[in-house]
């Protein structure tokens, strides 16, 4: 079984309830994450940005976006994952703007994750 790295872009609606869809949902979605980094399945992952929000505390921040480096066997198990991460916990990201990519890793990511609590 060889697997292979997945990038994917997930960018927020841009509605105006859309910053609160994403804090609402943001529990469930940190948790079913987590089980997945724990199962190698996710390899990095975060939220982007908008830049006025680099100063500011972290509930205070507003998110534009997701992305993510997973590993599946084939871009089709790679969608199906998808799928159910977000019809479940992640009402936050346009699904018709969903980028799935095939990528090969060049480098690595040391570990220091930023806390999300």
Do not use: N
Request: net charge neutral; proline share 1%.
């Amino acid at each position: 079984m060889e697997m292979h790295h997945y990038m994917v872009w997930a960018q927020d609606y841009t509605d105006e309830g859309a910053l609160a869809r994403r804090m609402a949902v943001r529990p469930k979605h940190l948790l079913g994450a987590k089980k997945l980094v724990i199962q190698g399945v996710i390899k990095v992952a975060g939220g982007f940005l908008t830049s006025e929000s680099q100063r500011e505390e972290l509930h205070d921040r507003k998110f534009v976006g997701s992305a993510l480096i997973y590993e599946a066997e084939s871009l089709e198990d790679a969608r199906s994952w998808k799928e159910g991460v977000v019809g479940d916990a992640c009402s936050k990201w346009d699904k018709a703007k969903l980028i799935i990519l095939l990528m090969v890793i060049a480098t690595t990511l040391d570990e220091r994750a930023v806390s999300l609590k």
